[in-house]
């Protein structure tokens, strides 16, 4: 099983999810649809589908944007899980300051308040690179419109694989030519 983390304002049946499960059976890709915008509130539950998906440990995530945010703190919590980091947004302090007010989730259509104190949460759950060493692959399109790929680089060069894909865009264009990498790295 993998348990695939959307970003900030989608949801588990987003295209992304969609894709990761049709490309990636017959391993069932489960994707919860969770509050990503309250870092508490996303954490908690995160963490209740960890437990339920890989009582024993070893956790196979994958993780976009904010969902790649949040997949490096997860995989801190269990010293034998793996994760895949697309596009992650590994500066939302910063990268996500501009969408403090109301917003409106992409797959849902439910509106929100993304709030200051919600905002701030989120440096509680940033992880060291070195505590997760070789247990990390982060994908990159080096056009993500989003989010500067050079962050997740920098972070992650010196202790895991990080792939850099010429063009693209926040949405990953990349995902075919990347799905052998993103196989063996979880099976590993």
Do not use: W
Not at 16 to 34: D, E, S
Not at 95 to 114: I, K
Not at 138 to 165: F, G, N
């Amino acid at each position: 099983m993998i348990l695939y983390l959307h970003g900030f304002s989608s949801g588990g049946q987003s295209t992304k999810a969609t894709q990761l499960r049709n490309a990636l059976a017959p391993v069932a890709v489960r994707a919860p649809t969770y509050p990503a915008h309250d870092p508490h509130a996303a954490i908690a539950q995160l963490e209740t589908t960890v437990r339920e998906c890989f009582p024993n440990g070893g956790a196979r995530l994958i993780g976009s944007s904010l969902g790649g945010f949040y997949a490096q703190y997860l995989a801190s919590r269990d010293r034998n899980a793996r994760a895949v980091l697309i596009n992650p947004a590994l500066n939302p302090q910063q990268q996500l300051r501009p969408a403090v007010g109301p917003n409106t989730n992409y797959v849902t259509g439910e509106r929100f308040e993304f709030t200051n104190e919600q905002h701030a949460a989120l440096s509680v759950y940033d992880v060291t690179a070195e505590a997760l060493a070789g247990r990390i692959l982060v994908l990159v399109d080096e056009d993500d419109e989003v989010i500067p790929y050079q962050h997740a680089v920098e972070k992650y060069r010196k202790v895991s694989t990080v792939k850099r894909y010429p063009g693209g865009s926040h949405r990953f264009e990349h995902m075919a030519e990347a799905l052998p990498m993103l196989r063996t790295f979880l099976e590993e």
